[in-house]
């Protein structure tokens, strides 16, 4: 039904930037707020950034400044740009939208499969 395939991640050393895509595809009506989270080693997953339909934003304290979440909705894809990555953002990074089915009445969280963000000291 619905796909989220992200792209962008791999290995960067402290204070490089990284750009992580994450595009929607299926039988989509309409896409309410998208969202980063991460999970590192042993960790629970966490909210990094998220932005509505109308493009409003907020970010994790953690992130503030560094990364900037953005969204094409004609392209129903969602970015991460980060910049001045340090050691502790290393993680496996997952985009998460809410999503309206085509033949649905109600929006459904959806996930993508994860991409591998690893900075080096």
């Known amino acids: 039904q619905v796909q989220l395939v992200e792209s962008g991640g791999g290995l960067v050393q402290a204070g490089g930037s990284l750009r992580l895509s994450c595009a929607a595809s299926?039988?989509?009506?309409?896409?309410?707020?998208m969202h980063w989270y991460r999970q590192a080693p042993g960790k629970q997953r966490e909210l990094v950034a998220a932005?509505?339909?109308?493009?409003?934003?907020n970010y994790a304290d953690s992130v503030k400044g560094r990364f900037t979440i953005s969204r094409d909705n004609a392209k129903n894809t969602v970015y991460l740009q980060m910049n001045s990555l340090k050691p502790e953002d290393t993680a496996v990074y997952y985009c998460?939208?809410?999503?309206?089915?085509?033949?649905?009445?109600?929006?459904?969280?959806?996930w993508g499969q994860g991409t591998q963000v690893t900075v080096s000291s």
């Open positions: 998460n939208a809410e999503i309206l089915l085509g033949a649905a009445t109600h929006f459904s969280d959806y």
């Open positions: 299926g039988s989509i009506f309409s896409i309410n707020a």
């Open positions: 932005i509505t339909s109308g493009g409003s934003t």
